[in-house]
């Protein structure tokens, strides 16, 4: 078990007091807090090491490039990618989505379909219409059902052999659905599909097997895995990095440059134009180091209690639905109370110092399906605890009075 004052303690933010009240942070799926450890770590590099990686022979440069690919090393194990050079540092979930569609306007012809799932946060919606904008192809939704699961049966239909590439994601951002990737990547591969699995909200709850998975290409945020922003990681397979052509042209991802004939660097510097985030995937590396000390059972185990006390405190509520009701689950509960705009309760519970999301959660065709405005979405991280589910439900009442 966790002793979660201890874990508490790790994060300064989690002591201070919003509008006077203590601060009860329940965004996490918008963005985790950070450890000491991983503030200390940001300001360490540039105290110690900056310098621009992979072009000096100076001391300092050496050092930067030695602890940015330890760092690309740490993620590698953590994933368990088979190289180190099929993990490409991005500055997130959306550049990685948008790197794998600009790639893919090479590839898509027209009356090709991408299949993407009607659970997607907007930058794995967006990309992909892009893409089809551009080639001629099509795009097709796998739909889902009223508990805000995917339908199955109805993705299994969509495959054809036309389908060239499938898109879904590991856990909902809205509505906290985990689905079910391992058997969608298999079944793509059935059709010779690729599929790529954005894990930007599966990567703070659990350790992703991207071998084990077999997916093409795995995308996530270092900023809700405790990491700082402005770094990700776009995973994919050696064999279709190879075959994608480079997003960005500039320095790092060359091997020469004429003006007849410019030729590229290999993996992973072809896709890494420009001066990275440095001290970012450097510290990744410190957030991925932090959140095993931890434990991903002991978070899973954390997190899964929170989800279940917080639905049935929740449920006590007059008038409150919860959005998203699948069995298999993580710690995101996405509600509404009964005549209410959810907006007006966030602002009112805000001053009682609690941090909840309102509003689509960027995935408007959720919001569409259900027929609402949006929802109240709290999500849960392990630093969380049962008092301070209390403490929301407390102010929910409050606001539910002062608003109805
Ligand atoms: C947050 C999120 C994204 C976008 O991540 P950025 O860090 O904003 O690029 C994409 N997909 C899901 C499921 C998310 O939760």
Redesign the pocket.
Known sequence: MLDIQKIRADFPILSRTVNGKPLVYFDN??TSQKPQIVIDAISKYYQEINANIHRGVHTLSQLATDAYEISRGKIQNHINAKFAHEVIFTS????G?NLVTNGFASIVKPGDEVLVSAL??H??IVPWQMLCEKTGATLKVIPMNENGELIMDEYDKLLSDKTKIVTV?H???ALGTVNPVKYMIDKAHEFGAAILI?G??AVPHLKPDVQALDCDFYVF?G??MCGPTGV?ILYGKEAWLNKLPPYQGGGEMIKEVSFEKTTYADLPHKFEAGTPDIAGGIVLGTAVDYLNSVGFDNIQQQELELLEYATKRLLEIEGLKIYGTAKEKTSVVSFNIEGIHPYDIGTIVDKLGIAVRTGHH?AQPIMTFFDIPGTIRASFSFYNTKEEIDLMIEALKKAQMMLS
């Open positions: 799926g918008a997130g979930t959306t550049h989505i997607e946060h930058s794995n994601n856990i909902s951002n954005d930007a909200q945020s900023h809700k990700g960027c």
